[in-house]
């Protein structure tokens, strides 16, 4: 898959984008593998190019995402400057993704602010999806009780 096709990577310079795919190494994780579990140093985004991945995080409960669709991000943690993941995140099925290196990423950013604020605006986005898809599957646990919204 193209980067261009990556929603964090989408509307950012085609020149910026080939400097990203000069960084981006290729992996493939067989069935039970891990990209990286939480509390696992975090300096690596992927996106996913085939297969299937749970992110999951355990503490007081379990709370589980699956992430399919080509082009998603995992790993994002890495890029706001969290020391630690803050999920696991297992194969589910043969996965194929590109790793980018935190510190590699944040170099074509700074040369390109223009492709970086566009790429950490996306990223906003992708965070308030994934908080207001978990407000959802609180209140289908918990039921609604209070309709104000705190986000």
């Known amino acids: ?76 943690s890495s890029m706001v400057e969290n020391d630690n993941y803050t999920a696991s995140a297992e194969c589910l099925l043969p996965v194929r993704v590109l790793k980018l290196d935190r510190n590699r990423l944040m170099r074509v950013f700074e040369a390109d602010p223009a492709a970086g604020m566009l790429f950490f605006r996306r990223l906003a986005q992708l965070v308030a999806r994934r908080l207001v898809a978990s407000y959802g599957a609180t209140l289908s646990v918990h039921g609604q009780r209070d309709p104000r919204s705190w986000g």
């Open 1 to 76: 898959m193209a980067l261009e096709k990556a929603f964090l990577l989408q509307g950012i310079s085609d020149e910026a984008r080939a400097e990203i795919a000069r960084i981006a190494v290729e992996e493939v994780y067989q069935p039970g593998a891990f990209l990286f579990n939480a509390s696992d140093p975090a300096g690596c985004l992927y996106i996913l190019q085939e297969g299937r991945v749970r992110l999951s995080v355990r503490g007081t409960g379990h709370i589980a995402q699956i992430v399919s669709e080509p082009g998603d991000a995992l790993g994002w």
